[in-house]
């Protein structure tokens, strides 16, 4: 199975931050990478699939990239909206793992 | 507009048995590939199973092999997740989520949950 490391676990941040969150798998996943936002209460939500593309709906504020082992999800100007808690998941093959998740906070 | 609709989650005691449905609407069920997806309160989200869509294929994480079983009913638009043997750690909020597989987008739209407490 695979390992991942998902990091920063938490991140501080102002509105107009640009913000990195990376996500490391022990093995390569290809381009079979995406990213979920997660806010209270709430379930999860896609983000990017296929390590780039922007789900229906995304502003386009948020671009992941990456390939292989490492992936990037980049926030350019952090909006309100956007605190929330971030994972990834490497969907190559089963069974999947979630990372751990990068809370995003004021 | 697509829908996913989880219930049968409650309280049980340990040991017991429980199955989860989630009612599919808004889309062609029969053709997506589903899953179930789990969060203990307060903590981070973990993959359980997946089910092709003709159910010739499914695969579970290993922490409920053996234990839940994932099925579909296509004429009904369900998806089920049969669990058993249940244990404390197994409390958490189930969600079930549909793949896109055609685009390669994984649970692209989630259910609202059920919480499962098991506690005797």
């Known amino acids: 199975d695979i390992q991942l490391t998902q990091s920063p676990s938490t991140l501080s941040a102002s509105i107009g931050d640009r913000v990195i969150i990376t996500c490391r798998a022990s093995?390569?996943?290809?381009?079979?990478l995406a990213w979920f936002q997660q806010k209270p209460g709430k379930a999860p939500n896609l983000l990017i699939y296929?390590?780039?593309i922007l789900q229906s709906g995304v502003p386009s504020r948020f671009s992941g990239s990456g390939s292989g082992t490492e992936f990037t999800l980049t926030i350019s100007s952090l909006q309100p909206d956007d605190f929330a808690t971030y994972y990834c998941l490497p969907y190559k093959n089963y069974p999947w793992t979630f990372g751990q998740g990068t809370e995003v906070e004021i | 507009e697509v829908q996913l609709l989880e219930s049968g989650g409650g309280l049980v005691q340990p040991g017991g048995s429980l199955r989860l449905s989630c009612a599919a609407s808004?889309?062609?069920?029969?053709?997506?590939?589903m899953n179930w997806v789990r969060q203990v309160p307060g903590k981070g989200l973990e993959w359980l199973s997946v089910?092709?869509?003709?159910?010739?294929?499914?695969y579970y994480a290993d922490s409920v092999t053996g234990r839940f079983t994932i099925s579909r009913d296509n004429s009904k638009n369900t998806l089920y997740l049969q669990m058993n043997s249940l244990r404390a750690d197994d409390t958490a909020v189930y969600y079930c989520?549909?793949?896109?597989?055609?685009?390669?987008?994984?649970?692209?739209?989630w259910g609202q949950g059920t919480l499962v407490t098991v506690s005797p």
């Open positions: 089910i092709s869509s003709d159910s010739s294929r499914t």
């Open positions: 989520a549909k793949d896109t597989t055609m685009t390669g987008a994984p649970c692209d739209y």
């Open positions: 296929k390590t780039s």
């Open positions: 808004g889309f062609t069920f029969s053709d997506y590939v």
């Open positions: 093995q390569s996943v290809s381009v079979w």
